[in-house]
């Protein structure tokens, strides 16, 4: 997304999804709800984000496609927590939860886990992260996606140098205070 632009993306975006709705398609639908629902959520218009995702999860549920319900329905848990509705968010998650068994793309679990990721790093549960950068690293097909690990290495090195600095920070205070 062009976010210089983001005001004609966001115009763009919402036009795709007036054509998108016109379309007899469900599958169609489905997919280019979600990805209209993902431009919506990166320019922070949430309640935008929210109708398009919870449509395309709906066409998705609709017509079986697991996969694009669960990626619909984790960019929901985004949705929600950005809101601070947590009621919502774990509503989002418990039907995340529901689907991944059945889930068949490596990229959708690896999307799902990285957005519950952003979600613990943001509120700081490092644990948190921590579980989900494991699940991230142990998804079957991952080998075949580096800038995927890559990705995790470097925010888990960014992480530990700010818990680094906080704590550093910390002891010098502590040690010029006594």
């Known amino acids: 997304m062009d976010m210089q632009h983001k ?9 795709s999804a007036e054509w998108t709705e016109k379309c007899a398609d469900k599958a169609f ?3 280019m709800l979600s990805q209209n629902g993902l431009m919506f959520l990166m320019a922070g218009d949430n309640s935008r984000a929210a109708d398009m995702l919870t449509r ?18 984790a960019y929901m848990v985004a949705v929600e927590d950005r809101r ?7 509503t989002w ?12 793309s490596t990229m959708t679990l690896v999307a799902y886990y990285q957005i519950l990721c952003s979600v613990e790093l943001n509120h700081k549960n490092w644990r ?3 579980t ?3 699940k991230i690293l142990s998804v ?9 690990v890559y990705d995790c290495y470097i925010k888990l090195r960014r992480r530990n140098s700010n818990w680094r600095r906080t704590r550093h920070g910390w002891h010098r205070r502590r040690c010029m205070s006594a």
């Open 29 to 31: 639908r489905a997919q």
């Open 132 to 134: 989900l950068f494991r």
């Open 56 to 73: 395309s999860y709906g066409y998705a549920m609709q017509l079986g496609q697991t996969d694009a319900a669960m990626s619909a329905a």
């Open 140 to 148: 079957k097909g991952i080998d075949q996606m580096p800038f995927v």
């Open 84 to 90: 601070g509705n947590n009621k919502g968010a774990d």
């Open 7 to 15: 005001k004609e993306a966001m115009y763009y975006a919402g036009l």
């Open 93 to 104: 998650r418990g039907r995340c939860r529901t689907l991944e068994p059945k889930v068949s």
């Open 128 to 130: 948190g992260a921590l």
